[in-house]
C-alpha cells in the first residue's frame, strides 16, 4: 500500500528530484503516517506551518481525511509547486502560500503542524511560534511537532550534518539555527495541555522526534 501511494503522490511532481524526494520520503519516513495517526478522528482544520511541497496535506487527502488545510511556506518555489500538485490530484480545500512563519501567523482556529522546521529558527523565535501556534489550537485541537533534538546522541550529529548538506545543495534555503531540547517542548507547552515527546525516526539515521500537545 504505501509504495502504490509513493507513486500516486510523486507523480504530479514536475522535477525529476521532486519526484525522487517525494517516493522515498513517503516510503521511508515514518512522519506522515504519525501525523495521520493523530488527526484521523478529528475534523477540524489544519495549518500546516512550513509545508514545504505540501506532501502533507496530500497524504493526509490520499489517506481520506477532508478537513481543509492551509500550508505556509517561505519558499515560493515550493508553494507554486503544491499548488501545481492540490490541482494536478484534484484535491478540495487546500490553500498553500507563502509566508515567513517568523513575521507571524495569520487566524486559525484548529489543529497545527509544524515539521521539521523549528532548527531554522532561534530559540526566541521558535518560542514565539510555538506560542503562536498553541494561541491558534481550537478546543480539542492538537499541536504536532516534528523535531531534531539537541542531545548527546549520535542521531544528533547526523541530523546536524545533514541539515548542513541540505543547505549546501540548496535544498534548503537556509542553515540551521539551532535545535531544541526536550525540556524546552516541556517549559513551553505543558502549561497548556497534555505534552508527549516520542522518538520518531523509523528507519532513518535522524534524531527526529513526535512532540504532541493536546489543548
Ligand atoms: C525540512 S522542510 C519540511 C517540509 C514539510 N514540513 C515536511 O515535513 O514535508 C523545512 C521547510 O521549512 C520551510 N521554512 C524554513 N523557515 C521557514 C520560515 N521562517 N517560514 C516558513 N517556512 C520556513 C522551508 O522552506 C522548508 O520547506
Same mark, same amino acid.
Given at each position: 500500500?504505501?509504495?502504490?501511494?509513493?507513486?500516486?503522490?510523486?507523480?504530479?511532481?514536475?522535477?525529476?528530484?521532486?519526484?525522487?524526494?517525494?517516493?522515498?520520503?513517503?516510503?521511508?519516513?515514518?512522519?506522515?503516517?504519525?501525523?495521520?495517526?493523530?488527526?484521523?478522528?478529528?475534523?477540524? +482544520?489544519?495549518?500546516? @506551518?512550513?509545508?514545504?511541497? #505540501? /506532501?502533507?496535506?496530500?497524504?493526509? $487527502?490520499?489517506?481520506?481525511?477532508? =478537513?481543509?488545510?492551509?500550508?505556509?511556506?517561505?519558499?515560493?518555489?515550493?508553494?507554486?509547486?503544491?499548488?501545481?500538485?492540490?490541482?494536478?490530484?484534484?484535491?478540495?480545500?487546500?490553500?498553500?502560500?507563502?509566508?515567513?512563519?517568523?513575521?507571524?501567523?495569520?487566524?486559525?482556529?484548529?489543529?497545527?503542524?509544524?515539521?521539521?522546521?523549528?532548527?531554522?529558527?532561534?530559540?526566541?523565535?521558535?518560542?514565539?511560534?510555538?506560542?503562536?501556534?498553541?494561541?491558534?489550537?481550537? +478546543?480539542?485541537?492538537? @499541536?504536532?511537532?516534528?523535531? #531534531? /533534538?539537541?542531545?548527546?546522541?549520535? $542521531?544528533?550529529?547526523?541530523?546536524? =550534518?545533514?541539515?548542513?548538506f541540505?543547505?549546501?545543495?540548496?535544498?534548503?534555503?537556509?542553515?540551521?539555527?539551532?535545535?531544541?531540547?526536550?525540556?524546552?517542548f516541556t517549559?513551553?507547552?505543558?502549561p497548556?495541555?497534555?505534552?508527549?515527546?516520542v522518538?520518531?525516526?523509523?528507519?532513518?539515521?535522524?534524531?527526529?522526534h513526535?512532540?504532541?500537545l493536546?489543548k
Amino acid at each position: 500500500m504505501i509504495a502504490a501511494l509513493a507513486k500516486k503522490l510523486a507523480a504530479p511532481f514536475p522535477g525529476t528530484w521532486d519526484r525522487n524526494y517525494v517516493a522515498t520520503k513517503v516510503k521511508t519516513d515514518p512522519l506522515y503516517g504519525a501525523v495521520y495517526d493523530e488527526l484521523r478522528d478529528s475534523h477540524l +482544520p489544519l495549518l500546516d @506551518l512550513g509545508c514545504g511541497l #505540501g /506532501l502533507l496535506a496530500f497524504y493526509l $487527502r490520499e489517506r481520506g481525511l477532508a =478537513f481543509p488545510i492551509r500550508g505556509l511556506d517561505y519558499d515560493p518555489r515550493k508553494i507554486d509547486s503544491a499548488e501545481k500538485v492540490a490541482a494536478a490530484l484534484s484535491h478540495t480545500a487546500l490553500d498553500f502560500a507563502t509566508h515567513d512563519a517568523r513575521s507571524g501567523l495569520p487566524e486559525h482556529s484548529g489543529n497545527v503542524s509544524i515539521l521539521d522546521i523549528l532548527q531554522f529558527f532561534t530559540p526566541a523565535e521558535q518560542q514565539t511560534l510555538l506560542e503562536l501556534a498553541v494561541a491558534r489550537l481550537a +478546543p480539542g485541537g492538537k @499541536l504536532v511537532i516534528r523535531s #531534531g /533534538l539537541r542531545d548527546r546522541s549520535w $542521531r544528533f550529529k547526523i541530523t546536524v =550534518f545533514c541539515d548542513y548538506f541540505a543547505k549546501l545543495t540548496a535544498w534548503m534555503k537556509a542553515a540551521p539555527t539551532h535545535y531544541p531540547a526536550a525540556d524546552d517542548f516541556t517549559r513551553i507547552l505543558s502549561p497548556h495541555g497534555k505534552v508527549r515527546i516520542v522518538p520518531l525516526w523509523g528507519g532513518t539515521p535522524f534524531n527526529n522526534h513526535l512532540i504532541v500537545l493536546e489543548k
